[in-house]
């Protein structure tokens, strides 16, 4: 009787283990598109001290771009992202020399770069409603099968691919932040933009690339919204969650956009469990205001005071 | 040639004039979606004209069924002015797009009453949209003809007492939903577990589904009630959670996206068990899944069915005025002109407030696109004895089950 007893908690504990296993990993796939959503927003902060809003339009285009290749030449999951990451470099450079580059150039107010980011997210996202009318748009199933069953338990194969390439993309941005002439530059324009022109630096090329990296980001954050969810113009509301991480991770620094956006992911499915999704927004802001108070430089970041 | 400092200024002032102009046109389309922001008549300017306002979300995040009522009211209405309008006057519609905003519906409906002079509106079937119109009819005094499923829209819940320019028309209100999609899946089925799933943010699904678990309750069990907000894209620590709970099926009265976004994280967590949705599952839903066919078996109730022989001249019609398929809510956009014909020849006049006792009291027997036998209720401002046809999708496939009336 005991020993049936034992192995029937254990085969609870086994259960309860996979049940959490499984919230955990869903966690860190939502995670994951916030911290890409959230690497692409502070990299442009962490050279320009300002807020992009613009990163979300980026976002919505490329993942409607993603949607129509898709469709017109049958493309796989991988050439889709490639083309769609490559597109988004270009756009997002283009929306660079649009909004930015005079500004630059003049040191302009950061709150007319807030003021031109925002109008520039509005544009794209009216754009894509002109184009694509306010329906919704979905990608074909990439994966099968969509799940894998362990002892009944499910795991998405899309949120382990997801993963898989978060961790990818991760990787590369942090060997081109440190192991590259181009990403030692953005660093040193992220701490001294002045002393980095007088070392003979082309800031406007280093501004450019950092927004084409920023671009290729948002195309990979607007494939992933699109394969998990749905494709809709107000998909770009998506970035005040990547904000919201950036923040928690420190604003400008981006191993903490990673963190952040690790964390919170997991915070939301976590407060979802406990307490039901009616309630997450609530402990989320809860959970932000406690944690900024404790640590207002974020998890990685330094003390910044600025106007977001 | 080399541009002067000035010419450079200039120009880079036109091109951020014509960006501000793009962007605002970009705000304006989204807002109005043709040229209907400022007024769309469908008849010739003669002076002698009823006019009939639309306030409908044709940019926000229902459009899809905003545009969709708003084009079968134009459908409708280009069709009476060809045979001759309402007592001998054409119809002039006028269409506001609201975004799904509460106070951009406020602000259109205002503008419809006090300088359109509109004798009646049509509006959306987003029961919070039509909740907030009602402060606001009592004070115009225009009546307003929507298809909000939640019963508070037309009807005090405290008083039981009608708000008298307010009319639920075309469908069914949710709780008479909730029981007839409950008494359905009872007499059909031997599911008796049921998930709960919902969204609470939308007071149509709220009120819905309360309707529904109440029911449900003397038939079988609820064994577990989740919700999400509106803006959520993330289900699936719900849906892990619904799957751990041992139901049988899961009851979700939820928008199209929500429900996409549903079934397809669903088949991706290994959660397959029916669904039992309200009016949203029809189309464009099924299109809009990436595979349809890993959904195994969903039933949801319609008020028409579209491949209905009754259906295909308006069908037809609807194709060639806007190269595309009129969806459930454009026969609702359709018949809501055309109870309000009936309305306006009734009362004699295109005064609103003869037009309101007519809607109140003195539509029977309509033939319209959803019945043929059609009427309102007097005490309730709601369809009387209105059943809708139920259906299934059975692995990608829509099939027709008959139309359901339940006996209480």
């Known amino acids: 009787m005991a020993r049936l007893l034992e192995t029937w908690i254990s085969q609870e504990r086994m259960e309860r283990f996979m049940y959490y296993f499984q919230m955990l990993l869903n966690g860190l796939s939502l995670g994951a598109i916030y911290a890409i959503i959230a690497l692409g927003f502070t990299l442009i902060y962490s050279i320009l001290?300002?807020?992009?809003?613009?990163?979300?339009?980026?976002?919505?285009?490329?993942?409607?771009?993603?949607?129509?290749?898709?469709?017109?030449?049958?493309?796989?999951?991988?050439?889709?992202?490639?083309?769609?990451?490559?597109?988004?470099?270009?756009?997002?450079?283009?929306?660079?020399?649009?909004?930015?580059?005079?500004?630059?150039?003049?040191?302009?107010?950061?709150m007319l770069f807030f003021v031109s980011s925002s109008t520039l997210g509005i544009l794209l996202q009216n754009i894509i409603v002109i184009t694509f009318s306010s329906t919704y748009y979905a990608y074909p199933a990439f994966f099968t099968p969509p799940f894998i069953d362990v002892n009944g338990f499910t795991f998405s194969v899309s949120d382990m691919i997801m993963l898989g390439i978060s961790a990818v993309?991760?990787?590369?941005?942090?060997?081109?932040?440190?192991?590259?002439?181009?990403?030692?530059?953005?660093?040193?324009?992220?701490?001294?933009?002045?002393?980095?022109?007088?070392?003979?630096?082309?800031?406007?090329?280093?501004?450019?690339?950092?927004?084409?990296?920023?671009?290729?980001?948002?195309?990979?954050?607007?494939?992933?919204?699109?394969?998990?969810?749905?494709?809709?113009?107000?998909?770009?509301?998506?970035v005040f969650k990547g904000m919201i991480a950036s923040i928690l991770g420190g604003l400008g620094n981006i191993s903490g956009a990673l963190y952040g956006g690790i964390m919170l992911g997991v915070l939301e499915v976590c407060f979802n469990n406990a307490f039901g999704a009616g309630l997450v927004p609530v402990f989320s802001f809860v959970f932000s205001m406690i944690f900024l108070l404790v640590r207002p430089q974020g998890i990685a970041g330094k003390y910044v005071l600025d106007k977001v | 040639m080399k541009m002067t400092n000035k010419k450079r200024k200039r120009w880079r002032l036109g091109v951020a004039a014509a960006l501000m102009m793009v962007s605002i046109c970009g705000c304006a389309a989204g807002?109005?979606?043709?040229?209907?922001?400022?007024?769309?008549?469908?008849?010739?300017?003669?002076?002698?004209?009823?006019?009939?306002?639309?306030?409908?979300?044709?940019?926000?995040?229902?459009?899809?069924?905003?545009?969709?009522?708003?084009?079968?009211?134009?459908?409708?209405?280009?069709?009476?002015?060809?045979?001759?309008?309402?007592?001998?006057?054409?119809?002039?519609?006028i269409t506001y797009d609201n975004k799904n905003d509460s106070q951009e519906s406020i602000n259109g409906y205002t503008r419809l009453a006090d300088l359109d002079k509109a004798s009646a509106v049509i509006t959306s079937d987003a029961s919070s949209i039509c909740l907030s119109l009602v402060e606001i009819s009592n004070q115009k005094k225009i009546p307003l003809m929507g298809m909000p499923s939640d019963p508070r829209a037309v009807m005090n819940p405290d008083t039981q007492e009608v708000y008298p320019y307010m009319f639920l028309v075309d469908q069914p209100n949710a709780p008479q939903q909730a029981n007839i999609m409950a008494k359905y899946i009872e007499a059909n089925t031997d599911l008796r577990k049921a998930a709960v799933f919902y969204d609470q943010s939308n007071a149509y699904t709220v009120t819905n589904s309360q309707a529904f678990i109440e029911i449900w309750e003397d038939i079988g069990e609820v064994v577990i009630v989740e919700t999400c907000n509106s803006n959520d894209q993330d289900y699936k620590t719900q849906l892990n959670k619904i799957k751990n709970s041992g139901a049988e099926f899961i009851y979700c009265p939820n928008m199209p996206s929500q429900l996409v976004m549903m079934v397809q994280q669903a088949v991706q967590s290994g959660l397959d068990i029916p669904y039992m949705g309200a009016m949203d599952m029809a189309d464009p839903f099924l299109s809009l899944l990436n595979d349809p066919e890993s959904l195994s078996l969903a039933y949801f109730q319609m008020v028409c069915w579209m491949q209905d022989e009754k259906i295909q001249p308006f069908?037809?019609?609807?194709?060639?005025?806007?190269?595309?398929?009129?969806?459930?809510?454009?026969?609702?956009?359709?018949?809501?002109?055309?109870?309000?014909?009936?309305?306006i020849?009734?009362?004699?006049?295109?005064?609103?407030?003869?037009?309101?006792?007519?809607?109140?009291?003195?539509?029977?027997?309509?033939?319209?696109?959803?019945?043929?036998?059609?009427?309102?209720?007097?005490k309730t401002h709601s369809p009387l004895e209105l059943?809708?046809?139920?259906?299934?999708?059975?692995n990608g496939k829509l099939s027709n089950m008959g139309y359901f009336l339940p006996e209480d």
């Open chain 1, 49 to 110: 001290k300002f807020s992009n809003f613009s990163h979300g339009g980026i976002m919505v285009v490329c993942a409607y771009f993603a949607y129509v290749i898709q469709r017109r030449y049958n493309l796989n999951f991988g050439m889709m992202m490639l083309i769609t990451a490559a597109f988004g470099a270009v756009l997002a450079c283009i929306v660079q020399y649009i909004g930015f580059e005079n500004l630059r150039a003049k040191r302009s107010n950061i």
């Open chain 2, 31 to 93: 807002n109005s979606g043709n040229d209907q922001g400022t007024g769309t008549q469908a008849a010739g300017d003669s002076g002698d004209y009823i006019v009939i306002g639309s306030v409908n979300d044709l940019s926000g995040n229902r459009s899809v069924n905003g545009n969709a009522i708003n084009n079968g009211v134009k459908l409708a209405v280009e069709e009476i002015n060809a045979a001759g309008g309402i007592l001998g006057k054409q119809i002039k519609l």
């Open chain 2, 387 to 394: 059943g809708m046809v139920m259906c299934k999708i059975e």
């Open chain 2, 315 to 343: 069908f037809k019609a609807y194709q060639e005025a806007y190269g595309e398929d009129p969806i459930v809510k454009s026969v609702n956009g359709y018949d809501a002109m055309y109870i309000l014909k009936a309305a």
């Open chain 2, 345 to 378: 020849e009734k009362a004699g006049s295109d005064d609103p407030e003869a037009i309101k006792n007519a809607l109140e009291n003195e539509i029977s027997g309509l033939d319209l696109l959803v019945s043929d036998d059609y009427s309102q209720d007097p």
């Open chain 1, 169 to 238: 993309v991760i990787l590369g941005l942090m060997f081109l932040l440190y192991r590259t002439r181009l990403g030692i530059a953005i660093r040193a324009l992220s701490m001294d933009g002045d002393t980095v022109k007088l070392m003979g630096i082309n800031v406007s090329v280093v501004v450019a690339l950092t927004f084409m990296v920023s671009g290729a980001l948002a195309a990979v954050a607007g494939i992933f919204c699109g394969v998990n969810y749905i494709l809709y113009p107000q998909l770009n509301q998506l």
